[in-house]
């Protein structure tokens, strides 16, 4: 039944957040409008998939820290421009948590005999009877889609839930004078949020190291994910050589992949690196604004990243015209054998390093070989010179998971330094660059960049290349454009 206007002001026109000098501020009358004649919300979410893992994450991360308030936030959205804002990606240690993925959320763990309770805080849903839903520009459902709401929340995520705007509160309850208990908060999120908690920094990095070696182990779940990222980065890669043949910018390059990436997940895990010719020698070349030019090398270094938010990371070197010079071919084998000899190093017990140290061997030695290195491939090799890095640059390995580069915060002593167990996940991507105006390299390879880079489990056995489904060698890169041009 439809509301009389007699009846519709009689409801009080509600405060109105802040405007600018464009807004025209609504009327009572239509404001009182708004808020009727909008059927009631019914029925609630599915929970999501996996819910014993995050549970299980969080009792590991609990078991670390008995007695202790814990508090994760996933962050805000951050501006832009002015009034818009970048696409929201949350908080990875909150995500690996929780599995949320809106905004100003914050997990607090609280002790009790035996060990913690999980409130997740998340922004209620007013509802279009406030008529924040039309008027808040900023959260408003009618402007940027329905928050999911606490009881909504606390079924999908499997979790007590509990407004935003109770947070302080409460925490001043878990807090208070009498019966003080030491917390531990992750920081870097949420600044309001940080700004009402005293700073302690050397306690707050600890939490944010545990939170990251956790991950240094993938659970079965999490492998899972990262084969459905790396499948869909394969079909990007493939795009982008079905593309090439009318392609004329490394721009192109990265919208072909960019448009796979939210096609097939929920965006680019890192910014797409398609760097052709000369732009190839600068590692994290993402301007990409050169032309494609025939008869150079396109190296493409990208990632989609699931709706999970776990991320491939993959890097194929590419002949834009379907087939690799001489020069560039030498260069390309070479990067190749390095990666296999890295590849042989991926096994549990071995230290994190070996796989680098294994690959920038057979670099060095290939390098000489090819007259390139002016010194020999053992004098470079010497701890004390490193010369081999003028042109190889980087070390071959990083952590994989929910970050490209993940568990940054780990000690030197469990990641750099560490062992290799089952369950990691690492790049393995060697590569040489010569830059064009560098006088040590002979001239026919100058301006020659090339990496190859996988990704890989570490399993009991050894390794499991899960990015193998992308040809390595140059007569399998050749025949794959070969055969996707033809299609």
């Keep these: 039944m439809a509301d009389t206007a007699d009846e519709a002001t009689t409801f009080l026109a509600p405060e109105l957040p802040a405007t ?42 609990c078991a670390q820290f008995p007695g202790e308030v814990l508090v994760v936030p996933t962050g805000r959205e951050k501006v832009r421009s002015n009034d818009t ?44 009877t406030d008529a924040t839903f039309f008027t808040d520009r900023v959260k408003g459902e009618l402007w940027v889609g329905p928050r999911l709401g606490v009881p909504e929340s606390a079924v999908r995520f499997g979790l007590a839930a509990a407004a935003r705007s109770q947070l302080l509160d409460d925490l001043r309850v878990l807090n208070r004078e009498d019966e003080p208990r030491p917390f531990r908060l992750l920081r870097g999120f949420d600044a309001p949020l940080e700004a009402t908690l005293p700073a302690q920094p050397e306690r707050d990095a600890a939490f944010a190291t545990a939170l990251s070696e956790m991950r240094l182990i993938k659970d079965a779940a999490e492998v899972v994910e990262l084969v459905r990222a790396i499948d869909a980065t394969q079909r990007g890669f493939e795009d982008v050589v079905r593309a090439l043949p009318t392609s004329t910018t490394e721009r192109w390059v990265e919208g072909v992949f960019n448009l796979r990436a939210r096609v097939d997940g929920n965006d680019v895990g890192y910014n797409t690196i398609a760097a052709a010719g000369a732009h190839a020698c600068t590692l994290h070349w993402t301007s990409n604004d050169g032309p494609l030019r025939p008869g150079e090398l396109l190296l493409l270094d990208a990632g989609v990243e699931a709706h999970t938010l776990y991320t491939a990371d993959v890097t194929r070197t590419i002949p834009i015209s379907g087939r690799f010079s001489a020069e560039q071919r030498a260069i390309y084998t070479l990067v190749l054998e390095a990666q296999e000899a890295g590849f042989a190093a991926c096994r549990p017990g071995n230290d994190f390093m070996e796989p680098n140290r294994a690959a920038m061997r057979v670099l060095a030695h290939g390098l000489e070989r090819l007259g390139i290195l002016p010194m020999s491939a053992d004098e470079a090799l010497f701890d004390t010179n490193q010369f081999y890095k003028r042109y190889s640059l980087h070390n071959v390995s990083h952590m994989l998971g929910l970050d490209v580069h993940d568990c940054a915060q780990a000690r030197r002593e469990t990641y750099k330094f560490g062992r290799l167990a089952a369950g990691m996940v690492l790049t393995v991507e060697p590569g040489l660059y010569f830059q064009p105006d560098d006088l040590t390299v002979p001239a026919p390879y100058r301006g020659i960049g090339v990496r190859i880079e996988d990704d890989v489990l570490i399993t009991p056995e050894g390794h499991r290349n899960l990015s193998a489904g992308l040809p390595r060698t140059a007569d399998a890169v050749e025949a794959w454009m070969r055969e996707l041009w033809s299609k």
């Design 20 to 61: 600018t000098a464009h807004d025209d501020g609504p009327p009572a009358a239509l404001l009182a409008f708004m808020v009727t004649g909008w059927a009631a919300r019914t029925g609630l979410p599915e929970p999501i998939d996996g819910l014993e893992h995050f549970r299980a994450r969080r009792a590991a991360l």
């Design 85 to 128: 804002s970048y696409r929201f990606r949350p908080g990875t240690e909150f995500y690996y948590l929780t599995g949320n993925h809106e905004p100003d959320g914050v997990l607090v763990l609280s002790p009790r005999p035996g060990g913690h309770d999980a409130v997740l805080y998340v922004e209620a849903n007013p509802g279009k």
